[in-house]
């Protein structure tokens, strides 16, 4: 539970709380859900960042978002500085809507890869542990593992050999 950091019309900061479970979720409750760390810590709230991002990821490879890009980047261009060109745009998001999901892998810095420090103003930071750090970008850079199962093409039949009916199903 944490209050939304800006006050609603009323000039008060309401409490937010989401129960455990599926939630979809608007615009505003998203920042809300990916900014809040009132009761954890900031490598819980990149957890949470992670997911969202994610969440946004398989919409828009759902097909629905896609013809709304040119929608949408009318309406936000104006946030958004890039130096990429409207072809170069269309063509990552094409791109972004054809990686299945299995596929993708999140990595984070977490405790383990950082020392708690105080600055001298008595600002507390984490400095990195690069012998932590360096594991975790070894297995992000390394190339994806090529196995038959991880293969597209690749397609398996499954034949129920039992006198048990449908255990085909069971077993798929």
């Known amino acids: 539970e944490d209050h939304w950091p800006y006050p609603d019309e009323n ?3 309401p409490r937010l709380s989401l129960q455990p479970g599926i939630h979809h ?3 505003r409750l998203a920042l809300w859900y990916s900014r809040t760390r009132k009761t954890t810590s900031v490598f819980n709230r990149e957890e949470r960042q992670q997911q969202v991002l994610e969440a946004i990821w398989r919409k828009a490879r759902s097909g629905e978002m896609l013809g709304a890009i ?3 980047y009318d309406q936000y261009g104006n946030l ?3 130096d990429l060109s409207w072809p170069n745009i269309l063509m990552l998001g094409v791109i972004a809507a054809q990686i299945e999901p299995s ?4 990595y984070n810095i977490g405790r383990g890869e950082v020392t708690p ?3 001298v103003p008595g600002g507390s930071v984490f400095l990195p542990a690069w012998e932590g750090i360096a594991p975790v970008v070894d297995r992000a850079l390394m190339p994806p ?3 038959r199962a991880a293969l597209a093409s690749v397609k398996i039949e499954l034949w129920n050999g039992t006198t048990h009916p449908q255990w085909d ?4």
Not at 103 to 106: L, Y
Not at 169 to 172: D, G, I, R, S
């Open 11 to 13: 000039g008060e900061y």
């Open 25 to 27: 979720m608007d615009g």
């Open 70 to 72: 040119p929608a949408l």
């Open 80 to 82: 958004v500085e890039t």
């Open 103 to 106: 596929s993708v892998t999140m």
């Open 117 to 119: 420090y105080v600055t």
């Open 145 to 147: 593992a090529s196995s």
């Open 169 to 172: 199903l069971l077993a798929a």
